[in-house]
Nanobody
Framework: QVQLVESGGGLVQPGGSLRLSCAAS????????MDWYRQAPGKERELVAVITSGGSTVYADSVKGRFTISRENAKNTVYLQMNSLKPEDTAVYYC?????????????????WGQGTHVTVSS
């Protein structure tokens, strides 16, 4: 199996910044894309940003120009730099990764979620 561990959440004032990290571990062969989702209280989980293995990115309209997703392939790690944070960015942020890993001697597809990290934007 492949495990994802997020870090970097916390409490920040409106207009502030936070940087989230998500590290994947396990018998990883390759990771196709790594994504950030978020879920605010009482709302459905929504896609925030995507980054492919080649570095192409996609952002939700609500975060364009404020958030930047990046990754270090050698470390199987994805980051989310969040600037100009707003109260409506308050949510639990989840990392998702999809790719292939070694299950014994066999290559197997995986799709894993992290445990989530809380981000609270409040004065």
């Amino acid at each position: 199996q492949v495990q994802l561990v997020e870090s970097g959440g916390g409490l920040v004032q409106p207009g502030g910044s936070l940087r989230l990290s998500c590290a994947a571990s396990g018998s990883i062969f390759s990771i196709n894309h790594m994504d950030w989702y978020r879920q605010a209280p009482g709302k459905e989980r929504e896609l925030v940003a995507v980054i492919t293995s080649g570095g192409s990115t996609v952002y939700a309209d609500s975060v364009k120009g404020r958030f930047t997703i990046s990754r270090e392939n050698a470390k199987n790690t994805v980051y989310l730099q969040m600037n100009s944070l707003k109260p409506e960015d308050t949510a639990v942020y989840y990392c998702n990764a999809q790719g292939r890993y070694y299950s014994g001697n066999m290559l197997t597809n995986f799709a894993s979620w992290g445990q989530g990290t809380h981000v609270t934007v409040s004065s």
